[in-house]
Structures are given as C-alpha cells and as structure tokens.
C-alpha cells in the first residue's frame, strides 16, 4: 500500500511546488494536487504509451524533441480531467512536465533515502 501512496503524494508535493514556480500552471487546493498526481499517474500509464508509438516517426524525425510535446500533451490532457488543476500557456505546457519530472525525481530519492530504500554507494 505505501509503494503506491508514497509516489503520489511525492507527484502531489511537486505539483505544489510547480504551482509557485512555472507560470501556467495553477493548483486551487490540495485536494486538487492529489487528485491531478493520479490523473497523471493514469494518463502516463493508459494514454501516453499509445502516442508514443503513434507519434514515433515524427519524434525520430525531430530528433526526439517531439517528445515534450507529448509530455506536454499528457501533462494538459491530466489537467483537463482535474477540476482546480489548470495548464495553460507555452511555459505551462512545455515546462510544466520537466519540472515535474525533475522534482519528482529529487524528492522520491530523497523520500527512499529517508527511508532506508535505496542501496549504498560503494567505490
């Protein structure tokens, strides 16, 4: 039960953060944050996978730079299902899944580490 409550309440935790940093990208509750972390979980896990197959000519040609935009895509596509999770704007839709990419990484790793999870580094 906790390795799937733990990785949404870290996407939710960044998407807070990503409320006060990328403009485009608004949280009204936190309610809201928790319910835009399993939209995004789901559409990542159902939708993303079949646009990225469809879409893989067209990022092969670009050089994979397509592939924001179908982070970016999935990432409007989660807020659209939310009510009070709202994206909007080039940054919001561009910058929006980085940055959530990013935080979410940094603090999963800071939450494992908390918790003993993650193996030790040897030299």
Do not use: Q
Request: with cysteine; net charge negative.
């Amino acid at each position: 039960m906790l390795g799937i409550l733990l990785p949404a309440l870290v996407t939710a935790l960044s998407l807070l953060v990503i409320d006060l940093v990328v403009p485009g990208v608004t949280l009204e509750t936190i309610p809201a944050a928790l319910l835009a972390a399993a939209s995004i979980g789901v559409v990542n896990a159902i939708i993303k996978p079949v646009i990225r197959l469809l879409s893989l000519p067209l990022t092969f040609v670009t050089f994979g730079l397509f592939a924001l935009v179908v982070n970016g895509f999935c990432f409007w596509l989660a807020s659209v299902l939310v009510p009070g999770f709202i994206v909007h704007g080039l940054l919001g839709f561009v910058l929006g899944p980085i940055a959530l990419s990013f935080l979410s990484t940094t603090f999963g790793h800071y939450v494992a580490e908390s918790r003993g999870t993650l193996p030790e580094a040897t030299d």
